[in-house]
Structures are given as C-alpha cells and as structure tokens.
C-alpha cells in the first residue's frame, strides 16, 4: 500500500504534535497534554508508520526508542573544529582580572575605553556534542574526540527527549550546535536506586555515566539512562546570517526548541563577571546538575572574531573553576569508631586532600556493607566528593589503579574501646559493641538511659549534666552516681548548691526499685519496658535472669531467639556483671519475689485494652493491676484483644471492639474478672 495524501499529511501533523509536546514536557518542563493522550497520538502514529514504512522519517519522535547495536562507533571529521577553553587556574576573582586584561589588550583598548562586554554561562560537567541538522532535521550527532575527529553517535542521542529531531522556527539550512550532554543528580540517583536493586554494578558519578551511555553501542542501552543537554556553541552554519551576540544566539536556539540553561547573563566589564561568578558559586550545590565552574564568553561575534585564537583555544573565552567537589587520594586505613548507641561505624582515613574547599582526612563508610558496595580496598586510589556542606564521601576505588598490595576491610570481633563482644543481628547492617554500661563510648547513652523516668526515675538528670559529669569524669558507670557527693558536684560549672542537692535527693530516692525497672535501666538491647517485666515476672529475681540460657529466656512470654541472643550475650560479659555488683555495693536495691507462678486466673495471658476514663482508678493504675494479674496491656485493639475495659467517653477503640466482636468491661467487669484469678 502507497501512502495517500491524507495519510501523510495525518503523519507530518502527528509528528509535529508530538514533538511540541516533548518540548514542552522534557525543555520546558510545562506538559501540555496527559500522558494518555500523548502516548494515543504516539501509538497511532506508530500504526501509520507500521502500515506505510515510507512515512518512517528520521525525525519522527517513533526512532527514539532505540534501534539495532552499532558494530562500532564511526569516525566523524568536524568541519569546525571542536576547541576547548583555557582554563583560569586562579579560582578566585583575580582570575576574571587577567582573563579582561587579556581581552582589552588584544582588543588595543585603553583604559579610558569602555568596559567589554561578556556573556557569563555555566561550565557543565558533561561531555561535549555536535549536532548537525540539516533543513531543521537532526542528521548526526558526534563527540568531540580529539577535536577534529568525533565518533557518531547519532543512534543514540536520538533517544535523549531533550534533543529535538526536527527543529522548531526558522531554522537555517545547515546547523551545527554544540552542547553538553549530562545527567541529573536525581536522575542518577534514581539510576543508582535501579541499578542497586538489581543487584548491578553501582555508577561512580554522573558525569562518567553520561559519557558511558553516549557511547554505548547498543541504543536500547542509552535509551535507559536519563540523559540531558544544553547548547551553548556553535560549529558548521553555511550560510546562516548569525545573530550579532552570544546571548542572541542562545536566544535564537530557544526559539529552535534547543534547550539552553536559564543562568546565562550578559555582565559589563570585570565586575560583571565576579558578581556572575560569585552568585553562581553559592547556587552550585543547589542546582540539579554538576558544573565544575563557569565560562565567560565575549558576547559580539565581530570582537570574537577580531579576537580569534592562540594555538587551540580561542581568545574571547575562559572557563574559570570552582573548587573541585570529587578528587582521587589513597585510602590509607579504615577505622572503626563507636557511637553513643554503641553502633561500629566504619571511618576511612584518606591521605589528606583539597576538595570541595576544605582539605580531606577522613569520612565516614557507614557500615560493612556499604563498603563491600562500594568495593573499596585498604590501599586503594579512590575517588573521594564533598559537595557543599555535605559531608565527604568515598565514591569508589579506581580498580585500574590497583598494585596487588591492597586488602578488604574485616569488621573487628571486639568493640575498639571497650574491647566487649561486636555483635549484628543477621537483619541489620549495624554492627554493635555490646559493651552498654561499661563502655566509654556508650556511657554518657547509657547513663541517660538509666537515669530516665521509665527506668531509675533520676529527676533532673538530663543531657547537659550527663555531658559534664562524664567529661569532667565524675561518673563512668552509674555505679558512680550512688557514691556522688556534693563536693564533686559542686566542681561543676553552672551547678548552684541547691541543684546539687536536688540532684543528689533525686539519686536518694532512685535507690530502691522494681526489678522490671532495674532490668529496664540496664539497657539491654532490644529489651524495652514491656519486656523487662515479662522477664521480672518470669524469673523473679536477678540472679535467675543473669544465669539463664538462651534456651530458658524463649520461653518468656514475647521473648524471641533475637531477644534471648541479646539478653545472653549482655550478662555474659564479665564487666556488665561487675557493674551490676557494683550497683549492688553502693546500696541499690530492688523487689525480688520468688518465680512467677503461672497465673491460673481469668486475666493471665489475656491482652486488654484501656479506653476512657474509669470511674476511680488512673489508666496507670488499672495497667498495674492488670500486669499483676498476669495479663498484658496493649494501646491498639485488634483481633488479638481479649477485652476492651471502656470507661467514661470511650471512643473510637470502642467502636473497633464491637465491629471485632471483643468483650467489653467496665470497672467493675474488670475488678471481679481479677478477683477471679
Ligand atoms: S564553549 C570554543 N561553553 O568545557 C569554545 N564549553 O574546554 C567551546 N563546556 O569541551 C566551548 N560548558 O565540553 C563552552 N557553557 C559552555 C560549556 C563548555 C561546558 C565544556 C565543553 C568543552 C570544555 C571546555
């Protein structure tokens, strides 16, 4: 079947439709039609191109999804040379000085003569292209190579939507632009996400990831990664009659549908330029793309060309750097430091380095498995970023820089500090000294966590004084907190005698508790309030808990093998043991009772539920009676609630007990259910 004229004028108004709105979705960021109906213009236009292959144009938005592998990458002879700039190795303004005193003395003007006029851009952290498009029609795309010779990649640039296929306006009849291609930060982070979940090889920054994709050889691949781009240049024009500036002609491209970057301005004299500079230096770290630095163009091309070149750079341009965000250095060593919460947290050690400003020593990895994502080695070249204020990082290593002598990273058995056992929960990235009390690092965490209301009840020992009783090393176990006197406090900054003995009162009456709450302030790992009664009710007293195995604590109500592991390996090191003789010598004391008996009566085992207010006892006091009884309390009520005890304006828990079909009590249903057990 031939086309008929219908036919074909249908698929030039598909395409043109089409297009509009990629522009309009991918340049301008403003779609104008849903997604449904773009995809229904597109499909039917597919349909056309699939039943007339003739109506298939290059530029139809159809070829950008990607066609056949290349067998390789074909040579490309620039007709306009591809240069590149000199760079200002002087990174602050006196940079734009020399770059102008250049300019004005080939340009043989004095100082009486007015200041030139310039074009400041950004320096985007991509790879440079050419684009040539004949009769508004894009027919080639090439990297710059060595400058005269690229490689032509047209099959894959064809897949990145920022490009046009077909420009809009009146386009000349030949046009070479020349750009950036890069990828955002987001969109290379959402490419990392992928590709991490895939379980694939991570990509190092985004820069080398577009380079990659542009020149993959299978298109299918390019089309994947979420390539952007900019035009700022021009190469081969034929016969075009140029717009008389830089700025217009970035102008003029917008008009074409070519993307150009909105921080462009046209800046008078050396001033212009540091304010330009200046303004785009505190804007880096938050625009979406990398940029190593701005460009400043003189903006008429009669001065350009008056200006010409020196060997292979051009005289009217200068790119002038910022401080590099990503750098290579050695890793010297990785170093395991630990947390208040007693996590090991893997730091490098770098041989120093100036990046992003400030010079480099060290920066944090995380955890052992970042490391292993990360792939680096003890003794590798490894590429290390800081961006802004963010906190430097390990990219990754340069494998190809590799001598044999490196080593892998082999988390420590025992706490660096406190020498007490490392332990990780097979679930967890984190490992973890298990030295709680007893380590340094965990001991001002530790003793706040005694201290607290649902533990000890020390009133008025918070965050501050913990600080200076630790730093000024007054207390080191809270074995040391029973032997204060008011001399050592009285030591301490900003501590008025009458706070001191406030503080040594509250200490007073901390001295005798519960042993749920004395368990609790040990703070065992993943042992919370809930659990420490369970235990104080099970085993009744101390010495039965801290002699018990791994395969006795499973059988607490609610306590798992993970539990079991912790509260095991918790009393199995020798210094926890101690301080708790200590706490012991210095006159803490609990209630002990003899092993919980299981409770036979009504309530035992049984999961209640509090709502409203109860004619005469506080929610606190119906819990307490509850637990004692042998049942448990929970603030949610499902389908493993037993009874829901509803006083005064119940509400919505209530609700959910009559749709679940759960008893509902009152006070006194709840008073005789007890006395039953
Ligand atoms: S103009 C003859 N403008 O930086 C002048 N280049 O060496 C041609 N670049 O390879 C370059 N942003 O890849 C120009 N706004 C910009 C740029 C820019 C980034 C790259 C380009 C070039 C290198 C300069």
């Given at each position: 079947?031939?086309?008929?004229?219908?036919?074909?004028?249908?698929?030039?108004?598909?395409?043109?439709?089409?297009?509009?709105?990629?522009?309009?979705?991918?340049?301008?960021?403003?779609?104008?039609?849903?997604?449904?109906?773009?995809?229904?213009?597109?499909?039917?236009?597919?349909?056309?191109?699939?039943?007339?292959?003739?109506?298939?144009?290059?530029?139809?938005?159809?070829?950008?999804?990607?066609?056949?592998?290349m067998?390789e990458l074909a040579a490309v002879r620039h007709a306009v040379p591809m240069l590149s700039?000199?760079?200002?190795?002087?990174?602050?303004?006196?940079?734009?000085?020399?770059?102008?005193?250049?300019?004005?003395?080939?340009?043989?003007?004095?100082?009486?003569?007015?200041?030139?006029?310039?074009?400041?851009?950004?320096?985007?952290?991509g790879l440079a292209i050419s684009l040539r498009?004949?009769?508004?029609?894009?027919v080639r795309a090439a990297t710059r190579g060595d400058g005269e010779t690229g490689e032509d990649v047209t099959h894959n640039v064809?897949?990145?939507?920022?490009?046009?296929?077909?420009?809009?306006?009146?386009?000349?009849?030949?046009?070479e632009v020349r750009g950036e291609i890069?990828?955002?930060?987001?969109?290379?982070?959402?490419?990392?996400?992928?590709?991490?979940?895939?379980?694939?090889?991570?990509?190092?920054?985004?820069?080398?990831?577009a380079a990659?994709?542009v020149r993959q050889l299978?298109?299918?691949?390019?089309?994947?990664?979420?390539?952007?781009?900019?035009?700022?240049g021009?190469g081969e024009?034929?016969?075009?009659?140029?717009?008389?500036?830089?700025?217009?002609?970035?102008?003029?491209?917008?008009?074409?549908?070519?993307?150009?970057?909105?921080?462009?301005?046209?800046?008078?004299?050396?001033?212009?330029?540091?304010?330009?500079?200046?303004?785009?230096?505190?804007?880096?770290?938050?625009?979406?793309?990398?940029?190593?630095?701005?460009?400043?163009?003189?903006?008429?091309?009669?001065?350009?060309?008056?200006?010409?070149?020196?060997?292979r750079?051009?005289?009217?341009?200068?790119?002038?750097?910022?401080?590099?965000?990503?750098?290579?250095?050695?890793?010297?060593?990785?170093?395991?430091?630990?947390?208040?919460?007693?996590?090991?947290?893997?730091?490098?050690?770098?041989?120093?380095?100036?990046?992003?400003?400030?010079?480099?020593?060290?920066?944090?990895?995380?955890?052992?498995?970042?490391?292993?994502?990360?792939?680096?080695?003890?003794?590798?070249?490894?590429?290390?970023?800081?961006?802004?204020?963010?906190?430097?990082?390990?990219?990754?290593?340069?494998?190809?820089?590799?001598?044999?002598?490196?080593?892998?990273?082999?988390?420590?058995?025992?706490?660096?500090?406190?020498?007490?056992?490392?332990?990780?929960?097979?679930?967890?990235?984190?490992?973890?000294?298990?030295?709680?009390?007893?380590?340094?690092?965990?001991?001002?965490?530790?003793?706040?966590?005694?201290?607290?209301?649902?533990?000890?009840?020390?009133?008025?020992?918070?965050?501050?004084?913990?600080?200076?009783?630790?730093?000024?090393?007054?207390?080191?176990?809270?074995?040391?907190?029973?032997?204060?006197?008011?001399?050592?406090?009285?030591?301490?900054?900003?501590?008025?005698?009458?706070?001191?003995?406030?503080?040594?009162?509250?200490?007073?009456?901390?001295?005798?508790?519960?042993?749920?709450?004395?368990?609790?302030?040990?703070?065992?790992?993943?042992?919370?309030?809930?659990?420490?009664?369970?235990?104080?009710?099970?085993?009744?007293?101390?010495?039965?808990?801290?002699?018990?195995?791994?395969?006795?604590?499973?059988?607490?109500?609610?306590?798992?093998?993970?539990?079991?592991?912790?509260?095991?390996?918790?009393?199995?090191?020798?210094?926890?043991?101690?301080?708790?003789?200590?706490?012991?010598?210095?006159?803490?004391?609990?209630?002990?009772?003899?092993?919980?008996?299981?409770?036979?009566?009504?309530?035992?085992?049984?999961?209640?539920?509090?709502?409203?207010?109860?004619?005469?006892?506080?929610?606190?006091?119906?819990?307490?009676?509850?637990?004692?009884?042998?049942?448990?309390?929970?603030?949610?009520?499902?389908?493993?609630?037993?009874?829901?005890?509803?006083?005064?304006?119940?509400?919505?828990?209530?609700?959910?007990?009559?749709?679940?079909?759960?008893?509902?009590?009152?006070?006194?249903?709840?008073?005789?259910?007890?006395?039953?057990?």
């Amino acid at each position: 079947m031939i086309a008929s004229a219908l036919e074909f004028e249908r698929a030039a108004r598909l395409r043109r439709e089409l297009e509009a709105h990629n522009h309009a979705y991918y340049v301008l960021d403003a779609p104008t039609i849903p997604d449904a109906e773009y995809d229904r213009l597109f499909r039917e236009l597919e349909a056309l191109e699939r039943d007339y292959p003739e109506l298939a144009t290059p530029d139809s938005p159809t070829q950008r999804v990607g066609g056949a592998p290349m067998p390789e990458l074909a040579a490309v002879r620039h007709a306009v040379p591809m240069l590149s700039i000199r760079t200002e190795t002087d990174t602050t303004n006196g940079g734009v000085v020399a770059f102008d005193t250049r300019v004005r003395n080939a340009l043989g003007l004095g100082s009486a003569d007015a200041p030139v006029e310039y074009l400041g851009e950004l320096k985007f952290d991509g790879l440079a292209i050419s684009l040539r498009y004949e009769h508004g029609v894009l027919v080639r795309a090439a990297t710059r190579g060595d400058g005269e010779t690229g490689e032509d990649v047209t099959h894959n640039v064809r897949t990145i939507r920022q490009i046009p296929l077909r420009l809009s306006g009146k386009p000349p009849a030949l046009l070479e632009v020349r750009g950036e291609i890069y990828m955002r930060r987001d969109d290379f982070q959402r490419l990392n996400a992928r590709q991490e979940q895939a379980g694939e090889k991570l990509f190092i920054n985004p820069r080398n990831t577009a380079a990659g994709a542009v020149r993959q050889l299978d298109p299918r691949i390019a089309a994947k990664r979420p390539l952007s781009f900019f035009a700022y240049g021009l190469g081969e024009t034929g016969d075009w009659a140029l717009p008389p500036t830089q700025a217009a002609l970035l102008d003029a491209f917008a008009a074409f549908g070519l993307p150009v970057c909105e921080h462009r301005v046209v800046a008078v004299g050396v001033d212009g330029l540091c304010e330009f500079h200046d303004r785009i230096a505190a804007l880096r770290d938050s625009l979406p793309y990398d940029i190593d630095g701005v460009v400043y163009k003189v903006n008429r091309f009669d001065l350009q060309r008056e200006l010409g070149f020196v060997t292979r750079e051009p005289r009217w341009a200068v790119a002038h750097k910022y401080p590099a965000q990503e750098e290579i250095t050695e890793l010297l060593d990785i170093e395991v430091q630990v947390g208040r919460t007693g996590a090991l947290t893997p730091v490098a050690r770098l041989k120093p380095v100036f990046v992003g400003g400030v010079t480099v020593t060290n920066a944090t990895l995380h955890n052992e498995e970042e490391i292993l994502r990360k792939g680096v080695l003890i003794g590798d070249q490894v590429i290390v970023r800081r961006a802004g204020d963010v906190i430097p990082e390990v990219v990754g290593p340069i494998v190809e820089r590799r001598k044999g002598g490196e080593r892998a990273f082999v988390m420590p058995t025992r706490c660096p500090v406190c020498a007490s056992h490392v332990e990780k929960a097979e679930d967890e990235v984190v490992a973890r000294c298990t030295g709680g009390l007893f380590c340094p690092a965990q001991r001002k965490q530790a003793l706040l966590h005694f201290a607290g209301r649902r533990a000890m009840d020390i009133e008025g020992l918070g965050d501050k004084l913990v600080d200076q009783l630790v730093e000024a090393g007054i207390v080191k176990t809270p074995a040391d907190l029973y032997r204060l006197g008011v001399l050592a406090l009285a030591n301490l900054q900003r501590m008025a005698e009458k706070s001191a003995a406030n503080l040594l009162a509250a200490i007073e009456k901390s001295r005798h508790t519960t042993l749920a709450r004395f368990i609790f302030a040990l703070g065992i790992r993943n042992v919370g309030e809930a659990t420490a009664k369970d235990l104080a009710r099970y085993f009744g007293a101390l010495d039965a808990l801290m002699d018990a195995t791994p395969e006795r604590l499973v059988e607490v109500p609610d306590v798992g093998p993970v539990v079991a592991q912790s509260i095991a390996g918790f009393f199995g090191e020798a210094h926890n043991r101690e301080v708790i003789e200590q706490l012991r010598a210095a006159g803490v004391t609990w209630e002990e009772g003899a092993p919980a008996a299981p409770v036979a009566g009504s309530a035992s085992g049984k999961v209640f539920v509090l709502t409203g207010t109860l004619p005469t006892m506080s929610r606190d006091e119906a819990k307490a009676l509850i637990e004692a009884h042998g049942g448990k309390v929970s603030g949610s009520v499902s389908k493993k609630t037993d009874y829901v005890v509803a006083g005064a304006e119940a509400g919505s828990k209530l609700a959910k007990a009559e749709e679940l079909g759960v008893a509902v009590l009152d006070q006194d249903g709840l008073l005789r259910l007890l006395e039953q057990g």
